[in-house]
């Protein structure tokens, strides 16, 4: 009897752990919950955020007007290999400076060498025995047929040696253009086939901008006309440029390409810079306007926030012309569309918005 008793004494202990166990479990489960929804964020989607709105309304402007562009290289070019083999040299780092038509490398073709002075054996060959058919003919000591086969063989031969020489001219990595090497792919010592990118070059003695120009000023420009590039990179500094460029052919917003060549004689301006580009007409025109301050990130990312309702919807633009403290939209928006100019930086997508005055 006092063995049974033992024994359920034993299971009544573990029933009780394991009862404050699960309890404790429970406990340590629940509190964490409220913890959780302690920091949960609180849901803000129905907060209004204050804005203040303007309207995109056609004003008119002078006739000069400027465009936002980045400058691009004027010329870029690949080197490349022209013949299979190994790099035997390579004379080109980042940043070298190189000029057209300079040997900047040559492909190991010494095995195109020897098979050169071998050709070139078996042709004095063939062009002795040449001469010595021929005279045995005009003594009708050989056929015709026998002079004309040597002959053969000698000018197939001439044709290749021609051909090997150009293949061991083709060794020669040569550069297509003057410019600065901005990618270097490979080394002296590596395996190459034709047409292997070996470095890039870009020219920047000229650069170009590039601008889309709406219908109703692009019939006003001409190649060859001047054009004012300026930066913020050097305050009060201009450059000249001149068009190059007017693409016949405009995109589904009545917009054409124009680029715009920079000079850039002292390499002061580099590939890739922000830039402004200004056109000198003299005749007065109207365009759709926004305020520059209701782009959210500037003119870099033209993006804006059209008010719908009590809320917003994301817009992408196509600007134009920077007009003072305006900007010209043409794409992405319509007379009359209500945009956001100021709170723009609390707004996402689904904002809910209150409208205040500016």
Known sequence: MKQKKGIGGRIIT??????????????????????????????????????????????????????????????????AVA?????????????SYVAQGQV?????????????????????KLEKDMKTYKELMEGNATTEEKYNDIKYNY???????????????????????????????????????????????V????????VMVNEKDVYKLKNGQQAVVSSDVFPGKTFRGQISFISPKGDDNHNYPVEVEVANAGQALKAGTYVKVMFGLSQQSDAL???????????????????????????????????????????????GEVVVVNGQINLTENSKIEIVKN
Not at 203 to 210: D, E, F, G, H, Q
Not at 301 to 326: A, C, D, H, S, T
């Open 203 to 210: 020219s920047v003695n000229s650069l170009k901008a590039a």
């Open 14 to 79: 573990i029933v009780a752990i394991l009862a404050i166990i699960s309890l404790t479990a429970f406990k340590l489960m629940n509190n964490k919950k409220k913890i959780d929804e302690n920091n949960k964020p609180a849901d803000r989607t129905n907060i209004p955020i204050a804005v203040s709105i303007d309207t995109a309304r056609i004003l008119s402007v002078s006739g000069d007007f400027t465009l936002p562009a980045v400058l691009q290289p004027a010329k870029d070019a690949n080197i």
């Open 83 to 95: 013949v299979q083999g190994m790099i035997k040299s390579l004379n080109i780092e980042e940043g």
């Open 289 to 335: 306007q926004i305020p520059k301050k209701a782009l959210a990130e500037g003119m870099k990312n033209p993006y804006i926030y059209v008010v719908k309702g009590n809320g917003v919807e994301q817009r992408k633009l196509v600007l134009g012309r920077e007009l003072g403290e305006n900007v010209e939209v043409i794409g992405g928006l319509q007379q």
């Open 155 to 201: 000018e197939n031969n001439k044709i290749q040696i021609d051909q090997i020489r150009q293949q061991i001219s083709d060794g020669n990595i040569i550069a297509p253009i003057s410019g600065i090497v901005v990618t270097k792919n490979l080394e002296a010592g590596e395996f190459v086939n034709p047409g292997t990118v070996i470095a890039s070059i």
């Open 104 to 124: 900047i490398g040559k492909i190991d073709t010494r095995l195109k060498e020897l098979n050169l002075q071998s050709t070139q054996l078996s042709s004095a």
